[in-house]
């Protein structure tokens, strides 16, 4: 059996094939296409850093099945009971328009759905984010690694981070719940994308942070990264990729939420 720590010396190596790739960025060769909501776009760097993802994860591990953004499930006909998460541009939109919050996201699960490890690499941040289960949480920066311990409770001026559905009506319903989720916050951040969001409340950066209708490759490796932070969390119960994957009604049903233990009832259940 392997163990957290081996799979997070590949999640780590695939993260940062598909980081290098959109540190490529390069603003005339986007080749932007929408894929269906308004706001939902992609790239040819969203397709090219999931290729850099998958190759890693299945040299290294070609037993394993894989679920990416891009590519959707790919499943071994001897499959070992492992399975990877990927999001190999989480944050579209910002890339699109060279704001720096975004990254690639890698995770990995065991047979039973327990996220074993993830890791969240933002280039144009020069972070990675990453944690093994039992292992804490960690964040390597300008050359420095430093364990991840949450936010710092009971501080005065606390931020909440969310984001917004990119379908009108959905995003109507967030609007007539937001004042209501903002209360005991002194302000809030939308930074447009899960994974970092979710790093930044592993980080203490943010106090908490709460989305609805994310899909599983936004939240599997940051909710891992905050939990090992010490952090609350919670994640949507969806159903596996495997099985078909979530309806558009189960997802946007459900909330990712992690923040401090104190902060844990501001959010729907």
Not at 157 to 186: H, K, M
Not at 224 to 248: F, H, K, M, N, Q
């Amino acid at each position: 059996m392997i163990s957290p720590a081996e799979l997070l010396e590949v999640a780590r190596e695939a993260a940062a094939a598909g980081a290098q790739v959109l540190a490529g960025r390069n603003g005339d060769a986007l080749q932007v296409s929408n894929k269906g909501d308004a706001g939902d776009w992609v790239t040819a760097f969203d397709v090219a850093a999931e290729n850099a993802v998958r190759d890693v994860i299945a040299a290294a591990r070609p037993g394993d099945s894989i679920t990416g953004e891009e590519h959707g499930t790919t499943r071994p006909a001897e499959a070992s009971g492992y399975r990877w998460s990927i999001d190999p541009l989480d944050g579209t939109t910002n890339f699109i328009r060279n704001i720096v919050y975004y990254g690639t996201s890698v995770a990995v699960a065991d047979a039973d759905g327990a996220w074993l490890a993830g890791v969240v690499n933002a280039p144009a941040l020069g972070r990675i984010y990453y944690a093994a289960r039992g292992q804490g949480a960690w964040l390597e920066e300008a050359g420095t690694r430093t364990r991840l311990e949450g936010p710092v409770p009971g501080r005065k001026g606390q931020i909440l981070a969310t984001g917004f559905n990119y379908d009108p009506l959905v995003r109507s319903e967030q609007a007539a719940q937001f004042a209501g989720l903002l209360e005991g916050f002194a302000d809030v951040r939308r930074l447009g994308s899960a994974a970092l969001d979710l790093c930044m409340v592993a980080d203490g950066t943010h106090d908490a942070f709460g989305e609805r209708g994310l899909n599983e490759h936004d939240f599997s490796a940051g909710a891992l990264i905050a939990e090992e932070a010490g952090c609350w969390v919670r994640r949507p119960r969806l159903t596996s990729p495997l099985d078909g994957g979530p309806t558009d009604e189960e997802r946007l049903d459900a909330w990712t939420c992690a923040a401090s233990l104190e902060l844990s009832g501001k959010f729907p259940l």
